[in-house]
């Protein structure tokens, strides 16, 4: 029931764009994504409601394709301060289960 | 969005001893979870603290082992029981208000058992 998450990792230069996917082998009625820095807890990126919807957060977005059990998280023009592990959420009977992550690390 | 304060931050224990954390959110919040992480890994979910009535626990995680508080809608405690080495770990309380709003997290209790 765990979403899977793809890359694990990716390293990028400064102004790279990165891609994270998110897929569950369960249909998805939301999808939720948070980015974990070092030594602090997960913040609340955003949550995707609704098949097709797309939204926005900074220079990230992401999109949430229902039918696909899909979601994607889309980093455009990376910053330094946009280094972090990245999770996304599915909830599952109630319980919000995390995927094993993808660590992002953004050089100068 | 909710802010939580976590309590302790982290702590050295003996095992065979147990600790409770703290969780204390500044609005009344739906739900609140406890979830442990080991250092690199993701988040497993422990519990759902139930405000009034016993936590649902995940397959893996028993009551006599981590008993769980909720005694009003914005204060919980997670207690882990008997610790062994194997229970060192992050612990971190989740709340959120559910529908559109995200999680919000406590900033983790480290624990290490010796």
């Known amino acids: 029931q765990q979403p899977v998450q793809s890359p694990q990792a990716v390293i990028l230069r400064e102004g790279e764009d990165a891609v994270i996917n998110c897929s569950s082998s369960k249909a998805l009625y939301s999808v939720h994504w948070y980015r974990q820095k070092h030594g602090e807890a997960p913040v609340f990126l955003m949550i995707?409601?609704?098949?097709?919807e797309q939204k926005g957060h900074e220079k990230i977005s992401a999109s949430f394709n229902e039918k696909k059990q899909q979601s994607s998280l889309y980093l455009t023009a990376s910053q330094l301060s946009y280094s972090g592990t990245y999770f996304c959420g599915t909830p599952v009977e109630g319980n919000l289960i995390f995927g094993k992550g993808t660590k992002l690390s953004v050089k100068p | 969005s909710a802010v939580i304060s976590q309590k302790p931050s982290r702590d050295i224990c003996q095992r065979g001893t147990s600790l409770t954390i703290q969780c204390q959110v500044d609005s009344q919040v739906t739900m609140m979870f406890w979830y442990r992480q080991q250092p690199g890994q993701s988040l497993t979910l422990i519990a759902t603290?139930?405000?009034?009535?016993?936590?649902?626990?995940e397959s893996g995680f028993v009551i006599d082992k981590f008993p769980i508080s909720r005694p009003n809608l914005t204060f919980s405690t997670l207690t882990v029981s008997n610790m062994s080495p194997e229970d060192s770990s992050i612990y971190l309380c989740?709340?959120?208000?559910?529908?559109?709003?995200?999680?919000?997290f406590g900033s983790g209790t480290r624990l290490t058992v010796v």
């Open positions: 989740s709340a959120t208000s559910g529908g559109s709003y995200g999680y919000t």
């Open positions: 603290a139930n405000q009034g009535s016993e936590a649902t626990y």
């Open positions: 995707l409601l609704k098949g097709g």
